[in-house]
């Protein structure tokens, strides 16, 4: 498909963006092996995952599981970055992509063909990532950002010199945004 004049969003590299990931594992994984929603699959790139509020990127790692062990938590930190440079992502939150075929099923869909195609075509296009509506957080007012880089544990897409990021665990106020927004429960160590 091409994506001339498809609509976009600049992420913008004063932006804070938020990712929850296994602390034994760096925060920068670009998954490359189609279980992720925009993985450019078949491309040699991967997508790395983060969203526009720390309770955004909970929603992605926790899901539908609303009942939580304690040591699920404690084993992944909350990942926060400026990226230091602008990226332009293809936008498939705009009502303009619809006349690309784009609909609301392309982030909320169970089957995640048509949105590895449309990743792998928006590479393509030279777009560094995906702006999308998180999927499950069904109120439809959390973003999420796909971003494109060489797949597996890869260096950053940030130009290093603007780039400030910090990693430490989930804290309580977010455990605590998660129950009250959510109802997500975490249930302690016996």
């Known amino acids: 498909m091409s994506l001339r004049r498809f609509p976009q969003r600049t992420l913008r590299g004063a932006t804070e963006i938020y990712r929850i990931h296994r602390s ?7 998954s490359a092996d189609g279980s992720g929603r925009f993985d ?3 491309t040699g790139q991967g997508g790395c995952y983060f969203a526009d509020k720390p309770i955004g990127a909970w929603v992605e790692v926790f899901r539908k599981r609303m ?27 705009s009502r303009r992509a619809l006349q690309f075929g784009i609909t609301a099923s392309i982030g909320a869909s169970e089957d995640y063909t048509e949105s590895h195609t449309f990743a792998a075509d928006a ?8 702006r999308y509506l998180v999927h499950h957080d069904p109120a439809q007012r959390l ?5 494109f880089g060489q797949a597996g544990e890869s260096v950053p ?11 430490g665990p989930i804290p309580d106020d977010l455990v605590s945004e998660a129950r ?3 109802e997500y429960r975490v249930l302690p160590t016996p």
């Open 67 to 93: 009942l939580l062990a304690e040591d699920e938590v404690l084993e992944r930190s909350l990942y926060r970055a400026k990226l230091g440079r602008d990226l332009r992502l293809a936008d498939v939150t």
């Open 180 to 182: 009250l927004l959510f």
């Open 123 to 130: 590479l393509a296009a030279g777009f560094a990532g995906i």
């Open 24 to 30: 034994s594992k760096s925060a920068w994984w670009f």
């Open 40 to 42: 450019p699959v078949g």
């Open 143 to 147: 973003y999420g950002f796909a971003l």
């Open 157 to 167: 897409v940030a130009n290093p010199k603007g780039w400030k990021s910090s990693d």
